[in-house]
């Protein structure tokens, strides 16, 4: 089945700088990388997402880049800002079915 | 803007007790999930509904926890009898459905602590 490891657990970095998450996946099949926010006592919100017939995505200050080659994905937040501190996850997914979550990353931007 | 409601937000249960957690996703949503997120970790699907189908339930504990999905619209999540384990976050999330609708947007969750 489909495994997600997702790098870094922890990031801290300072405001106005680049925050770089990194997932790999290993089920060749999945089509489909969305990305959650996940601020303290509430559910997982979408942010960006890219399917597998593109390789880069990006929205304002968010991107996402896609190498299925190496089964790769990557998400980019640029001139980050304290509210952007939450835990960030990857997941992969073949149409939406079999969805498969990475361990999550705990993103401080301080001030 | 339309949200995936989920109640109640938080339960604390007795172990060996019933518990049952309600869903009510976005309106037209046909796809409903769901995950059970232990603290520290991802979102793990435990069912998938297409309309009031089952298509995926592989990793629901299906000697203790059941979900139906009646009229195809809100969902129930049940477990009996509950254990200390399952002391985590249950939460529901909804998409159009289809392989070009995969977007899923999540309700709250319900926190369920066993003691």
């Known amino acids: 089945g489909e495994n997600v490891e997702q790098h870094p657990s922890t990031l801290s970095v300072q405001e106005g700088d680049s925050a770089v998450i990194k997932c790999t996946y290993s089920d060749s099949a999945s089509n489909y990388f969305p990305w959650y926010k996940q601020e303290l006592g509430k559910g997982p919100q979408l942010i960006i997402d890219?399917?597998?017939?593109?390789g880069e995505k990006k929205d304002q200050r968010i991107a996402v880049t896609l190498n299925k080659t190496a089964k790769h994905f990557s998400l980019h937040i640029t001139e980050t800002q304290p509210e952007d501190s939450a835990v960030y996850f990857c997941a992969a997914s073949m149409g939406g079915f079999k969805t498969i979550f990475g361990a999550g990353t705990r993103l401080f931007v301080k001030a | 803007e339309a949200e995936v409601a989920q109640s109640p937000r938080y339960k604390i249960t007795e172990k060996s007790q019933a518990v049952a957690f309600w869903c009510d996703p976005i309106s037209g949503h046909a796809t409903l999930y769901w995950y059970r997120q232990i603290l520290g970790q991802g979102p793990e699907l435990l069912v998938q509904?297409?309309?009031?189908?089952?298509?995926?339930d592989s990793q629901l504990p299906k000697d203790r926890f059941s979900a139906e999905r009646l009229k195809g619209v809100d969902s129930t999540l049940k477990i009996q009898p509950a254990e200390l384990g399952d002391s985590a976050m249950y939460l529901c999330?909804?998409?159009?459905?289809?392989?070009?609708?995969?977007?899923?947007?999540f309700g709250q969750g319900t926190r369920l602590t066993v003691v």
């Open positions: 890219i399917r597998s017939n593109v």
């Open positions: 509904f297409q309309d009031e189908s089952v298509v995926d």
């Open positions: 999330a909804s998409s159009w459905g289809g392989t070009a609708n995969t977007e899923a947007f």
